[in-house]
T-cell receptor
């Protein structure tokens, strides 16, 4: 099992460019999440998905779009990158437990630098 | 809005010392609280998950407690080792679908 994988590991963008971050999980998890981690601020939820074909906004969704066309993949898109989106992006997944007591499994992260 | 605070932000201790990391949260209506470990340049690894009905959880040298009424959790690490050096984050789950609110973490350095 690879668990949760993220592509790419590191990327440099110029302001205004677009890109897509890919997250893949092989644990057959229903739920998937995108977070960003900034120094001194912990992780903040950008968007999440509770199943194939569904997406929902988290705490900081502005400037990002997501898609969950396949259960195992969750894509995060930046249509027009801004320097404020310089961050480390983490994807996570979890099973859909009956009592919502399931842990989240995290990918290794994508470092994004927007110049 | 749920606020999660971790104190201290950084901690340096000699090997072998017992230590306590603190986490506080503002909304006591939580489903569960989880402690994670993050190594530099890596993702997060779950250490302990405490359900809202539980008071504590133990795994090896780690013990996490939860006091919902006061909005506090502690992570106790016994007999610390240099390999414990990492950033420790707590996260609370207050909604369906396992959405977590994270603290900013405590960076622990255990000196040999």
């Amino acid at each position: 099992n690879a668990g949760v994988t993220q592509t790419p590991k590191f990327r440099v963008l110029k302001t205004g460019q677009s890109m897509t971050l890919l997250c893949a999980q092989d644990m057959n998890h229903e739920y998937m999440y995108w977070y960003r981690q900034d120094p001194g601020m912990g992780l903040r939820l950008i968007h999440y998905s509770v199943g194939e074909g569904t997406t929902a906004k988290g705490e900081v969704p502005d400037g990002y779009n997501v898609s969950r066309l396949k259960k195992q993949n969750f894509l995060l898109g930046l249509e027009s990158a801004a320097p404020s989106q310089t961050s480390v992006y983490f994807c996570a997944s979890s099973a859909a437990g009956q009592t919502f007591q399931e842990t989240q499994y995290f990918g290794p992260g994508t470092r994004l630098l927007v110049l | 809005k749920q606020e999660v605070t971790q104190i201290p932000a950084a901690l340096s201790v000699p090997e072998g010392e017992n230590l306590v990391l603190n986490c506080s949260f503002t909304d006591s209506a939580i489903y569960n609280l989880q402690w994670f470990r993050q190594d530099p340049g890596k993702g997060l690894t779950s250490l302990l998950l405490i359900q809202s009905s539980q008071r504590e959880q133990t795994s090896g040298r780690l013990n996490a407690s939860l006091d919902k009424s006061s909005g506090r959790s502690t992570l106790y690490i016994a007999a610390s080792q240099p390999g414990d050096s990492a950033t420790y984050l707590c996260a609370v789950n207050i909604y369906n679908f396992n959405k977590f609110y994270f603290g900013s973490g405590t960076k622990l350095n255990v000196k040999p």
